[in-house]
């Protein structure tokens, strides 16, 4: 089994203040899964990122930090408003999908799973191997969830990736962003970063960027922080750029891709 994430970076254009998909992207996406699935007999996951769906309307109702009790109907408002513009990516991602001929069904994650304090407690996923055991590709996205502490909180889809992994116990699981994997700091404002090829600790990007500041690094701390805890596990996994033609398919083949693999071991 592999669990294979697609970055919401890749399916959207995320600095847009529009929900706009990157149909081309999308498609190509798709037919190398296509090919892949063709190719060789496996069982896949898709998690997807939310994007310029989720990441927006997420910011402006504040999801995730605690309010006064007057808020509550206006929050939870909000909850659906965001529940509702994942949905619509997922429809678009799973509509491209279908289009290439892949039993994709979409699960998502605010109708069964909830968090405490901003981390998945509890998430039945019976249905997602049963959907796989009669050869389905299970779809889920980064979502809103029920937080028992503090209402509703957002699970990206780094988090799903880390939670299914944990309990289904793949044979991989791979992480398609649009840079080529982990640097020592960001690629795309440092030219003179430098790229790991394996990442076995927080530590590495600390003493190299001399900084902690999660600003600064944008998404991919969040990223490593749950992989690192499913390397604690011993599930070792992949960072690629899924932006390079050809990547997804080599990846799922098991073939040599460039890409930062984020383990504990050395
Ligand atoms: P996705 O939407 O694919 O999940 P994000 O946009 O959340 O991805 O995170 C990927 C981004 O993280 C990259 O585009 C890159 O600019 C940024 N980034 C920040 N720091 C680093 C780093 N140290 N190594 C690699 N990428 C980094």
Redesign the pocket.
Known sequence: MIIL?I????LTN?DSKTSEVDSSSLKRIASEIKDSMDNSQKQLIIVH?A?SFGHPPAKKHRIGEEFDRKLYPQKRLGFCEIQNEVKKLNMFVCEAFINEGLPVIALSASSFITATDKRITSGNLDLFKNYLSKGFIPVIYGDVVLDDDLEFCVIS??QLIQYLAKNLNPDRVVM????D?????????HDD?IFFDKFTSLED?DTLEGTTNVD????????IKELLDLADLGIESKIINAEVEGNIFKVLEDKEVKGTIISRGN
């Open positions: 994430k970055g919401g970076s890749i995320k990122g994007g889809g780094d398609g962003t649009d840079v994997g982990v640097y020592n700091k960001n690629p795309k404002t970063a990007l600064v690094t944008g998404g991919m701390v969040g990223k």
